[in-house]
């Protein structure tokens, strides 16, 4: 069974930095992609950042400067370093994985950046 654990959300002052990490246990091989989404309240879910095998890295242009996607490969870790962080990136940030025709979601880590 597949799972992914996300850690270190939190809440930041606007300017702060913080690193969200993402480990996938269980079977994992054959990856299309691994990254990050995120969800703001009364929105809809969006691509932050992810590795994807056909196109290379992608980033949101929104976050575009400011973070940084990362991996492990020997972990089965995805990192997400977000710098010089806005009010509008506070949301529920989701780490993803494409894998062998499976999508996988995280249980989502909250994100709040105060003015």
């Known amino acids: 069974q597949v799972q992914l654990v996300e850690s270190g959300g939190g809440l930041v002052q606007a300017g702060g930095s913080l690193r969200l990490s993402c480990a996938a246990s269980?079977?994992?091989?054959?990856?299309?992609?691994m990254g990050w989404y995120r969800q703001a309240p009364g929105k809809q879910r969006e691509l932050v950042a992810v590795f994807s095998r056909r196109v290379g890295t992608v980033y949101a242009d929104s976050v575009k400067g400011r973070f940084t996607i990362s991996r492990d490969n020997a972990k089965n870790t995805v990192y997400l370093q977000m710098n010089s962080l806005k009010p509008e990136d506070t949301a529920v940030y989701y780490c993803?994985?494409?894998?062998?025709?499976?999508?996988?979601w995280g249980q989502g880590t909250q994100v709040t950046v105060s003015p």
């Open positions: 993803n994985l494409d894998m062998r025709g499976s999508v996988y």
């Open positions: 269980g079977s994992i091989f054959g990856i299309n992609a």
